[in-house]
């Protein structure tokens, strides 16, 4: 059975990324090293708010992110995904934002995803929110496995 990755907004949006940073060659490199050589041994998944944010974005590639994840299954917004948002707010797991990362969290842990694939180190990936990360004792649900903001890793990751 492959284990189930929840692709957040920036992943589609890496893959076409432009700047020529070194730091954003390499994280567009990375994105699509994996995206091209390793997602097949994945179940993807993504939902309506990751669609909704690259369309609200203003970037010269946003069709081409769009279409990358055109195929993809979507996850559904059940209403009890709220509460879970809200228990990650409210607990400082993040930010008060109710649609950005709180709710890419929920939807990831909700639908029992292994891996929420993320390039956001500020929130979603980002090591001080470990100790978060135990959320468990927060909602007692199946949460994503492992949050990847190097993302290269998991196609080496056999754990």
């Known amino acids: 059975m492959k284990r189930r990755v929840y692709i957040e907004t ?8 432009v700047r020529t940073e070194p730091e954003m060659v390499a994280r567009r490199g990375w994105t699509r090293e994996w995206w091209d050589n390793h997602r097949q041994d994945y179940e993807l998944v993504t939902s309506e708010p990751v669609i909704d944010e690259i ?13 990358l994840i055109d ?13 879970i948002v809200t228990a990650y707010i409210v607990h400082h797991a993040m930010p008060m934002d109710p649609a950005g990362d709180a709710l890419h ?4 842990s909700f639908h029992k995803c292994d891996f929420l694939l993320t ?13 978060h990360d135990g959320y468990p004792e927060l909602i007692p649900l199946k949460n994503p496995a492992k949050i990847v903001c190097r993302l290269f890793q998991i196609g080496l990751d056999n754990d």
């Open 10 to 17: 920036t992943i589609p949006s890496f893959y076409y990324e």
């Open 55 to 67: 369309e609200k974005g203003e970037f010269a590639a946003k069709d081409d992110a769009l279409a």
């Open 71 to 83: 195929d993809l299954p979507l996850l559904e917004v059940e209403e009890s995904i709220g509460d």
């Open 105 to 108: 969290l929920a939807l990831a």
């Open 119 to 131: 390039w956001n180190c500020q929130h979603l990936a980002n090591a001080n929110k470990f100790a």
